[in-house]
């Protein structure tokens, strides 16, 4: 696969032979899954009542420190997978009921995705769901847009000096606002079944992190200025918790404060955002699936 003997898939575009090397995200010249589960704690219009069908990969281009995920982002943990295992799991995801494939970290195994969902196409009924950190270059996500029927991507920092600091992307904002704007030329509304589950749109994420609500509420005004924030869905995530932080920095050592979050739901309603506000309880350790153990779980 040419893409993967000279990786440029993301915006780190190590340039390597993944046969070789291993690049900033970990990956290797194969498919490596953590784990595939019925996914309950998204959000609502992608859960559902059955749950959403999560294929979680190993690896990452960002490296976020405190990423509640790092067991896996960090790491190349899970299974070698074959395209042809990939797209069985995307079946048997389906047949247990899942609304939705969510890929969830797929960037650095794009074209692997593509295969897997090229040997389904016509058997996988349900939408599919991209699930990526932000960190994107638009010409893949052009790529992937006839592929996917729902993004939902991440904004993490509007600063360049945060983003590098906690993600090591001091260009995360230009590539995160670039490949948004890719996701809303491909899904430019949003679409809802009859009992409320997304068949096709984009979701914006925004994990306010403690001690950085301005930088929350500059991106969110920056966004609203480029775009019509009536065609997409947010959904502003209260769940950040510094179990998964081991730095020196103070400012991600603590949750963040019912007014920290409050006045970014405040600030968004004000500029017209409509989606999903998370409960302040849901920044708990339990929220976050386990990767321990086989990587099938129901
Ligand atoms: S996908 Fe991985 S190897 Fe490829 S450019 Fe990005 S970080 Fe580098």
Redesign the pocket.
């Known amino acids: 696969m040419n893409e993967i003997l000279n ?4 915006p ?3 340039g ?1 032979d ?1 046969g070789e090397r ?4 970990g ?1 290797r010249d194969y498919v490596s899954v953590a784990k595939i589960m019925l996914h309950r704690w998204e959000e609502p219009c992608i859960s559902g009542k059955n749950g959403s069908g999560a294929i979680f990969f190993s ?1 990452c ?1 960002l490296k976020c420190v405190y990423c509640q995920n790092k067991e896996i982002s960090h790491t190349l943990t899970g299974e070698k997978m074959s395209v042809g295992e990939l797209s069985s799991a995307m079946l048997s995801l389906q047949e247990r009921g899942a609304h939705n494939i969510n890929l969830v970290s797929p ?2 195994y794009a074209p692997f995705i593509r295969e897997a969902l090229d040997m389904v196409r016509g058997e996988l009924k349900i939408p599919v769901v991209y699930n990526t950190g932000g960190y994107e270059k638009p010409s893949e996500i052009e790529k992937m847009s006839s592929y996917v029927d729902v993004f939902l991507t991440d904004i993490k920092y509007f600063s360049s000096e945060l983003s590098k600091k906690y993600s090591l992307a001091s260009d995360y904002f230009e590539m995160a606002i670039a490949s948004l704007e890719k996701m809303l030329e491909s899904a430019p509304e949003c679409v809802f079944d009859e009992n409320g589950m997304m068949q096709k749109g984009v979701i914006l994420r925004h994990l306010v992190l403690p001690s950085h609500r301005d930088d929350s509420i500059k991106l969110l005004e920056r966004v609203a200025e480029r775009f019509d924030v009536s065609k997409f869905k947010l959904s502003l995530m209260s769940q950040y918790t510094p179990d998964f932080y081991d730095g020196e920095d103070k400012a991600l050592r603590r949750k963040i404060t019912t007014f920290e979050y409050q006045s970014v739901v405040d600030r968004a309603v004000e500029l017209g955002y409509d989606g999903y506000i998370q409960e302040k309880t849901s920044a708990k350790r339990d929220f976050t699936p386990s990767f321990k153990g086989e990587i099938y779980e129901n």
């Open positions: 990786c440029t898939l993301c780190r575009e190590c390597i993944r291993v690049g900033v995200c990956a690896g281009p960037t650095q």
